[in-house]
């Protein structure tokens, strides 16, 4: 039994060492993509978030001024800045549209969208107001 040798050597071969990196390679990649996908969701969700806070912020902002104040009167847009309808604040633009609506009250219409970064979504809220 002493010449006996196999044929076969232990360990691996240079073909299954490089499939092995290839798919280790490709679930990286997976992983590293899902956690690049999960920051970008979450930054949309924060700005979200702000736009809809500053949105309900000015509604409630708009709620105190007298009808009598140029804010609150009839007109505004919600595409342009017309005076006495919007406000800038930071990258951020308010902008409201007021009309007459049912039994006395003003139907008010805030956007609030981003000058700079079309990424960000724009908040969109609409509320009667005595």
Do not use: K, N
């Not at 196999?6 to 993509?33: D, K, P, Q, W």
């Amino acid at each position: 039994m002493r010449g006996r040798t196999t044929s076969r050597a232990a360990g691996f071969s240079l073909v299954e060492v490089l499939v092995a990196m290839v798919v280790t390679v490709i679930c990286v990649l997976g992983v590293a993509l899902l956690i690049l996908y999960g920051t970008r969701l979450g930054t949309a969700a924060r700005q979200a978030a702000i736009t809809t806070s500053l949105a309900r912020a000015e509604i409630e902002r708009l709620r105190v001024v007298p009808r009598t104040e140029p804010e609150r009167q009839t007109g505004g847009s919600l595409a342009a800045d017309v005076a006495g309808h919007f406000r800038h604040q930071g990258r951020l633009t308010s902008r409201w549209m007021v009309r007459p609506g049912p039994a006395g009250t003003q139907e008010v219409v805030v956007v609030v969208a981003s000058l700079d970064d079309a990424h960000v979504p724009a908040a969109q809220l609409r509320v009667l107001l005595r």
